[in-house]
């Protein structure tokens, strides 16, 4: 290893026994399971594979926006503090089936039986595909993935680990407060951001509040947020996902004036375009410009969970397929093809 053996960080490290990973080929999948866009991860494990805690994550500003070395050296001491409690440590869940790359057919067809590296954005972006193909893609759950946990209202103070900083919105609400440390996620333990984050990943898409635990003056306390609308959603744009459809548009929904100014029903997914991607011209995808009212998608307008036309078309629509909108342009309505396009990344 690079850091040096004499100091703080390297002693700890010195107690590890360290394996790079370089190919997931051969690892196994369903047991080193996580959001694989992450630019590093690491898991903290016994020779029994118990995994112990995960250290890693980050939102879609930056790779690193929840990593630095101090917040490492937590994670080692942490660790090292729970490898140590041995039989005291509380019951451990059942190891999850077994899975390898192989066993992800369009995965095993394109990547690993050509010799191919099997880079870990790969796995998740080739398990999507399968599943779209099946039509078990739950987009919600594997398109937008670890969802940000500033619109809880939760800003940490990156370097003590998952001590809370600042907390507002939705964290202030239930009364969590700066200096509160995080330790369970309703019933589960966790020791890290990545902890937090992949076990955050993991609440069902139409869950309303989550059950956190903080301890503060030593003692504990659990708190009930309250999710907002969308919380699930990030920006994606990153990911590259093949199963993403391109839609070359950005729109904001329409307010309730506007939407009774414009006779368009309360509940729809009418939305105003405010930027057109050039590509669009570029391969002929649409012909909208900033400034349209999109009110309806091969004549539906209304979806139980979009709330603009773009996200409609991402959530209902398969990468690739060409829709008609319903657009009202200087209060003159009119229709508009689009075809959507499919995005194929370093495959």
Known sequence: MLTDKSTARGKLMSQYVCARITSMKGI???LFEFDRHNAIYFFVLNADEHIYL?????????????????SFELALETGLELHAAGTAAPPRAPKPAAEYPRD???L???VVARGRCVECHLIDDFRNQELEQHGHL????????SPDIKRLGLLLDVSRGLVVRKAKDAAAAAGIEAGDKITR??????????DLQFYY????????????????????RTMTLELPQQWWRTDISYRYWSVDPLVYFESRPLTVDEKHQHGLPIAGFASVVTKVDLAAALRGAHTLAVGDITRAVDGVDTDDVADSTDLFIKLRHRAGAKVTLDVLRDGEPLEIALQTGRQSFRK
Not at 138 to 145: G, I, T
């Open 28 to 30: 196994n999948i369903g």
């Open 54 to 70: 995960r250290y890693g994550g980050r939102d879609a500003a930056s790779a690193s926006s929840y990593l630095d070395l101090a």
């Open 104 to 106: 992800i057919a369009l």
């Open 108 to 110: 095993n067809e394109n």
């Open 138 to 145: 739950d987009k919600l759950r594997s398109m937008y993935r």
């Open 185 to 194: 996620l309703g019933e589960t333990a966790v020791h890290t951001f990545g």
């Open 201 to 220: 990943d993991r609440t069902p898409r139409d869950a309303r509040s989550i059950e956190l635990t903080v301890e503060r003056d030593g003692s504990d």
